[in-house]
């Protein structure tokens, strides 16, 4: 078995795609547009990714603060760094490959 990469598709190689990736939940993984295989974010890098990515928009947001930034900017500045969480997960985050649903399968 090969190492995954990151930010691709651990069966085709293909990139992940952010829209997808906020369809992620703990009962459905990620499904890849291309070979609609499934994949799931190993939980360690997911951790390191979240933490890594909340201090350095916490750093960036105590620096607005701290120049006295208007208030509407440190806010603004925050919502568009949570909404680029997805893109963040996509490019940084290590994909798990699933094996393929088995339509057999006892569910
Ligand atoms: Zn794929």
Not at 19 to 47: D, E, F
Not at 71 to 100: C, I, K, Q, T, W
């Amino acid at each position: 078995m090969d190492t995954p990469a990151f930010g691709v598709c651990p069966h085709c190689r293909s990139r992940i795609s952010p829209s997808r990736v906020l369809r992620i939940t703990r009962r459905t993984p990620y499904a890849c547009p291309s070979c609609a295989g499934r994949a799931v974010i190993t939980p360690q890098i997911g951790m390191i990714v979240l933490i890594g990515y909340v201090a350095v928009l916490g750093m960036l947001l105590f620096a607005l603060d701290a120049l006295r930034a208007p208030r509407l900017a440190v806010f603004s500045a925050a919502a568009s760094g949570v909404r680029a969480m997805p893109s963040v997960f996509a490019r940084f985050g290590r994909f798990e490959a699933l094996p393929r649903r088995d339509p057999h399968a006892p569910s």
